[in-house]
């Protein structure tokens, strides 16, 4: 099997020569472009160290928590992501080097004009279902984690208050079981794996009837198929699974009349009012009316470079509208991407010089270049991670690893304050204040076992993480075979699992897509089916089929 790999490998040279001068390309672009969708350099957790970490969070006049989602209809994390967008701008602004070193009362500026902001937004009589109204009095309040070798200590301050209610929207208080977001997470990816669970079934009624079918069929539908390449049936049920996907995502409204911080598409005003223009929801409406028919004509094949162009399209222009409200998101970004890959690959084919050198490079069709365009902005997705926390960190990242743990203690807390959900107040208890400070006592919520492990236990902290990093750092090797593909899968599933019980953060497009493109069930049946009926692996994958 080495062998095989090997050969296949020097037979389609070129091949892989240019995806990956694309892989390290596109990972040199993101980090160039950093947050501009559907591109990005994926900052999360970057530089773990021992220095202060802050969140933010709302109170009414009394101090008392409010649900960010239920009175702003965003999280918590993009709350602080507001906040730190505006400071940047304006350390720009004053030309100063560091944050730390802007005026004093910048950081009470910026709060209260995010706060005004929110609450504007919040007005918003297009938003479905109307949130909450703002009593009088609602607070920012800012809480600092300090990090010491035995424990968590955390300090609160107000930076941002607004005297006024403000306008009465007729929100009603939302239902909140208290569900662990793994449960949450578990109810999502089981409606997935029904729905795929009928994509299989599908598969294996072809499977099953395959021998009665016409060879002239059967030659047909498994053109392409081997351990190196994708064929004609496999990439119609890879089209499937990812149909199914971008319909799921496609739901999620984004309800926004401004672009406040334009990223992506949004920088050039000629494409401002098509950003504009998905985030008024009876316009968006329309669109959804076109998507099952869109995905149909994307799923059958032929000619799916017009449905490819429109859904891609469509979509990073509403998440580009998200993004431009300064707090951008990263859970439809390889959504995007794999659907951009698509598309550029369907236009270059078209050209009969480039579509002739695809025929040429994969024998048998361009299904293979295909799944390889897609495959290597996976890759890169991950390798933009790792080559960004090794930037970050001044290549400390792994001897710091066990600092990940005050964002443990920090994701908790925004999770909590997102929808008030007492799950995540669970834990050891946080350490004992040198002093008494009654009016904050009520925010010291226990500590996340997971983060008072990593912070008693540096070493394995260290073990576990490389773990991780050597698998983002490496991801470049999955657009090799299905073999890799489906290894590199297994892994990052196992990182997306592991990243869910520690942060609580659940990325369920990636999961899904992984298990779509790079475990590919479908694929492995197929390329089993036919291998069984030739006795053998096509010679040296070169793009021979089976004997039908």
Not at 409 to 421: F, I
Not at 463 to 482: D, K, Q, W
Request: with cysteine; proline share 6%.
């Amino acid at each position: 099997m080495i062998s095989l790999f090997f050969s296949h490998v020097r037979s389609h040279l070129l091949r892989y020569a240019v995806a990956l001068v694309v892989l390290f390309g596109l990972t040199a672009f993101c980090i160039k472009v950093q947050e501009n969708y559907p591109f990005s350099h994926f900052p999360m957790y970057g530089n773990p160290r021992a220095d202060d970490v802050d969140y933010y969070f709302l109170t009414d006049a009394a101090g008392k928590p409010l649900s960010t989602g239920d009175y702003a209809g965003m999280s918590a994390p993009q709350i602080k992501k507001r906040i730190n967008k505006q400071m940047d701008a304006e350390r720009i602004r004053l030309k100063v080097k560091k944050l730390k070193d802007l005026p004093p009362g910048t950081l009470e500026s910026v709060a209260k004009n995010v706060l005004q902001k929110m609450r504007d937004d919040a007005a918003n009589p297009q938003v479905k279902p109307p949130l909450m109204s703002w009593p009088a009095g609602v607070q920012l309040k800012l809480g600092l984690i300090e990090t010491e070798p035995d424990g968590f200590r955390e300090n609160f301050r107000t930076v941002a208050r607004l005297e006024d209610a403000g306008p009465d929207t007729g929100g009603a208080q939302q239902s909140h079981p208290d569900t662990d977001v793994m449960q949450n997470f578990l109810g999502y990816m089981m409606n997935f794996l029904t729905y795929y669970g009928w994509v299989l079934l599908g598969l294996g009624l072809v499977v099953g009837i395959w021998k009665w079918l016409p060879e002239r069929w059967r030659a047909w539908l498994s053109a392409g198929n081997g351990f190196c390449s994708v064929g004609r049936l496999e990439a119609f049920f890879l089209r499937l699974g990812l149909a199914y996907i971008y319909y799921q995502a496609i739901q999620t409204w984004v309800v926004y009349d401004s672009l406040p911080h334009p990223q992506g598409l949004a920088h050039w005003e000629s494409f401002r009012e098509a950003v504009l223009w998905c985030g008024h929801p009876e316009q968006w409406s329309s669109f959804l009316k076109w998507t099952v028919p869109l995905l149909v004509w994307y799923v059958v094949g032929w000619g799916n470079v017009i449905p490819l162009t429109i859904l891609t399209l469509m979509h990073i222009l509403q998440r580009t509208l998200y993004g431009s409200q300064g707090a951008p998101h990263h859970g439809h970004q390889l959504l995007s991407l794999v659907f951009l890959a698509q598309t550029v690959m369907g236009w270059v084919l078209l050209f009969p010089r480039f579509r002739q050198q695809g025929a040429e490079w994969c024998k048998r069709g361009n299904e293979t270049l295909v799944w390889l365009g897609m495959a290597v902005v996976i890759g890169a997705a991950y390798v933009i991670t790792a080559v960004e926390k090794w930037d970050e960190s001044d290549g400390k990242w792994l001897q710091n690893a066990h600092y990940f743990s005050n964002q443990i203690v920090k994701t908790h807390r925004q999770n909590y304050y997102n929808d008030l959900n007492p799950v995540f107040l669970e834990g050891v208890p946080p350490k004992a204040q040198e002093k008494a400070d009654p009016e904050n006592d009520r925010y010291r919520h226990p500590i996340p076992v997971q983060a008072h492990w990593m912070l008693t236990h540096p070493i394995l902290s260290r073990i576990f993480f490389s773990l991780g990093f050597l698998m983002e750092a490496t991801a470049f090797l999955l657009i090799f075979n299905r073999g890799w593909a489906a290894l590199y899968g297994v892994a990052i599933l196992a990182f997306h699992l592991m990243v869910l019980w520690l942060m609580k953060l659940a990325f369920p497009q990636n999961i899904e897509i992984i298990f779509v493109l790079l475990l590919n069930l479908p694929g492995w049946v197929i390329w089993w089916r036919l291998r069984k009926e030739s006795g053998a692996l096509p010679a040296a994958e070169s793009g021979a089929l089976p004997a039908a």
